[in-house]
């Protein structure tokens, strides 16, 4: 996509000629989301005590969505784009839009962590993975893969995903990303967050393997 290490650079003098403000840090992760990476980004609801910033007092899923009256952040968005947008609505969540520039695939944060430990002994192509504060992980890959992923696994062995707990997360799907946190419980976190090297998703048959053995492990260590 034509990232530099002077993009970066850029990027974040901005935000620390605009202020050490939580705002201004929002801001510059979305810039380089949409600038650096080329994701789509949406602005998300927060959830406080309890209750969703959407205003619905029946919210199925509270400080966990975007919100719908809010125009989406395409891909290329400047930081100064990106400011403008936050300051309309300050305070609302990151959340990236699946189905486009990657997949994702779910997963427990304890497979998570073991299957990446593998994966970057064997040496295999990763791309960015995020933790969330209720136990979950998601590895970014390919574009595409969250409607092949039962035929893949067929493939490979594996007849059923959901008794590996593997999710595909493709189009329709938001993903809260760094630094918001997820329906009030604390924030997501990078596990491996996006470089210049790593931004690109890999394809999930290069992962998959080893992220269904590992899976496959530990759902009988806890049978």
Do not use: K
Request: aromatic share 6%; charged share 20%; proline share 9%.
């Amino acid at each position: 996509m034509g990232f530099t290490i002077g993009g970066i650079r850029e990027i974040r003098s901005g935000a620390r000629r605009r202020g050490r403000s939580y705002r201004s840090s929002e801001c510059t992760a979305v810039a380089e989301y949409t600038g650096l990476w080329g994701w789509d980004v949406v602005r998300g609801a927060r959830a406080v005590g309890g209750a969703c910033s959407c205003g619905r007092a029946d919210c199925p899923a509270p400080g966990a969505h975007p919100l719908d009256f809010a125009p989406e952040i395409p891909a290329g968005a400047t930081l100064d784009e990106v400011t403008r947008a936050w300051a309309e609505l300050p305070g609302a969540a990151v959340m990236l839009v699946a189905g486009r520039a990657f997949d994702a695939i779910e997963v427990a944060e304890p497979t998570a962590r073991r299957a990446l430990a593998r994966m970057e002994r064997m040496g295999l192509p990763l791309g960015p993975v995020t933790a969330t504060p209720d136990g979950r992980a998601h590895f970014f890959v390919a574009p595409g893969t969250a409607s092949q992923l039962p035929r893949l696994l067929y493939r490979m062995g594996w007849d059923d995903p959901a008794s590996l707990d593997l999710r595909g997360l493709g189009p329709g799907t938001y993903l809260t990303a760094p630094p918001s946190d997820l329906g009030g419980r604390g924030p997501v976190r990078w596990l491996r967050p996006p470089a210049l090297d790593t931004a690109g998703p890999p394809e999930a048959r290069l992962l998959l393997g080893t992220l269904a053995y590992v899976a496959h492990r530990s759902r009988a260590r806890e049978n």
